[in-house]
């Protein structure tokens, strides 16, 4: 199905702003930032996730480790058999037990694919937390989620589509809201 573009909401200079400002916040937020560690959802969340671990570096000295969550097993919205032919790997290489975990991802909806993740990382041990990192918050929550760290509030109807664009796999950096081609 073809989209519209209805606006451009972030270009590369804004989010580069937000993911500065919201890895400021969770530097001053984890005093002991040798006890977090990085889980980013599949896609985005892991380019996301790498460039905070990335400034963290930059701006602390410290290496927080990234891990890679692919959560299509514990979605409620597929069947086995379905979720059989598109599971990706998880790629978590370190403990989450009794660590600070920064579960990163790029949008935040429903609230579905966060409660899931949450699954998931706790059938690899029992975290010390679990803070939320988003791009964007969008609303329509189903769920009682809420993010620790939001880069942008983005009031949107249902009908709408959020795409957030990075370059390491989009080739630019932008967040845009479209919708369905044909819908007024």
Known sequence: ?????????????KIKRAIHRMTTEIIERNRNLKNVVIVGIRTRGIYLGKRI???IKELEKI???VGVLDITLYRDDFSELEAQNIVKKTEINFSVEKKDVLLVDDVLFTGRTIR?????LIDLGRPKTIQLF??????????????????????TSRREIV???????????EALITEPAGMK
Do not use: C, T, W
């Open 1 to 13: 199905m073809k989209e519209k573009i209805k606006a451009k909401v972030m270009d590369s200079r």
């Open 116 to 120: 899931a993740a949450m699954d998931s």
């Open 134 to 155: 988003v791009l964007i918050d969008r609303g329509h929550r189903e769920l009682p989620i809420r993010a620790d760290y939001v880069g942008k509030f983005l009031p």
């Open 63 to 65: 290496d927080i480790p």
């Open 53 to 55: 671990s990335n400034l």
């Open 163 to 173: 795409q957030v664009k990075l370059k390491e796999i989009d080739s630019n950096d």
